[in-house]
């Protein structure tokens, strides 16, 4: 019989090591051609618009999806997941802190594999749900002492540093501007909806590596066009999402500053197909979009674990 799991099941189980493992094993998967991942495609309604994400993993003997809903309301996910042999459904998972923690774990593996060994500073654009996990993960992959972080709402930034010092056990500062959370900084976050860039290259110095996770849409940018081609590597989740979403990439490819070949995919750099950093003076980014395949594969870890837990509700069908 198939469970149903809601946000406060998963968030009795869901950790980022578990988090770190399933996205770095789901990549490396995709990178040898053992799963699929389908682009998300959009419908809108009058004033809502539903977002919908595939993927299979026929070695882990399961294949789902995501669809979730945004609106004036807010957003509300949910993860199916599906038997790969026999198509019997397995799990309806409320995936809100799902969704953050692997699409943080993502940004997590892009540093480890491309932020310089010695990062210290980590600077942060952006104070909302998507950050937390965001910092986690950067704190998971490399020995953190200072967080810098800027938002547009200083109350709320305020708020969000002391309650991330309190759960990093990290010095996390607020500053007055984007420019003050990059200058200085090892590693950069942008974890914004901006619709205009809110990182500027003239900020970026020789060896900062950049996780750059809002721009989801081609309406959305974070990255103005010298940052992206100030990057010596820049790294996507998967190359077919990347190019129909990544607004911060579509304007240099149009204009030929760089070519599809050159955007090296996560997966790539995590079974060794392809190379990182090759200096300590390289300035490298990664574009998150977000892929199905990384839900399905923490969904699976999810699951287990809530079973063995006695967690969740038993569905009737």
Excluded at 55 to 73: E, I
Excluded at 84 to 102: C, S
Excluded at 262 to 291: C, I
Aim: charged share 20%; aromatic share 4%.
């Amino acid at each position: 019989m198939a469970c149903y799991l809601s946000e406060a099941d998963v968030a009795q189980v869901l950790n980022m090591r578990m988090a770190l493992d399933a996205v770095d094993a789901a990549h490396q998967a995709l990178a040898r051609g053992e799963a699929t991942d389908m682009p998300r495609r959009r419908v809108r309604a009058s004033r809502a618009m539903q977002h919908l994400l595939q993927a299979a993993w026929p070695a882990r003997g399961v294949m789902g999806y995501k669809a979730y809903t945004t609106s004036a309301a807010g957003a509300r996910f949910w993860l199916h997941l599906f038997n790969g042999d026999t198509g019997e459904p397995l799990a309806v998972i409320e995936a809100d802190r799902l969704g953050m923690m692997r699409t943080g774990a993502a940004g997590g593996l892009a540093a480890r594999c491309l932020a310089r060994p010695d990062a210290q500073v980590a600077g942060i654009i952006g104070a909302g749900w998507q950050a937390r996990g965001q910092m986690a993960a950067l704190a998971a992959v490399r020995p953190l002492a200072h967080f810098k972080v800027f938002a547009r709402r200083a109350d709320k930034l305020n708020k969000f540093c002391a309650e991330m010092e309190a759960e990093l056990g990290i010095r996390v500062e607020p500053v007055n501007s984007a420019e003050a959370a990059v200058r200085g900084s090892d590693i950069i976050v942008t974890a914004t909806t901006a619709a205009q860039p809110v990182l500027q290259g003239a900020w970026l110095a020789d060896g900062m590596h950049v996780n750059a996770m809002g721009s989801n849409s081609l309406a959305r940018r974070e990255l103005d066009e010298a940052a992206v081609s100030r990057a010596d590597l820049l790294c996507v989740d998967a190359r077919e999402t990347a190019l129909l979403e990544a607004g911060d990439l579509v304007p240099g490819l149009e204009k030929g500053r760089f070519t599809q070949r050159q955007l090296v995919e996560l997966g790539e750099l995590l079974t060794g197909s392809r190379p990182g950093r090759q200096s300590d003076k390289d300035v490298s980014v990664f574009e998150s979009q977000g892929l199905a395949i990384q839900d399905v594969a923490l969904g699976l870890e999810v699951l287990r674990q809530a079973k063995l837990s006695g967690l969740g509700q038993t569905l009737p069908y």
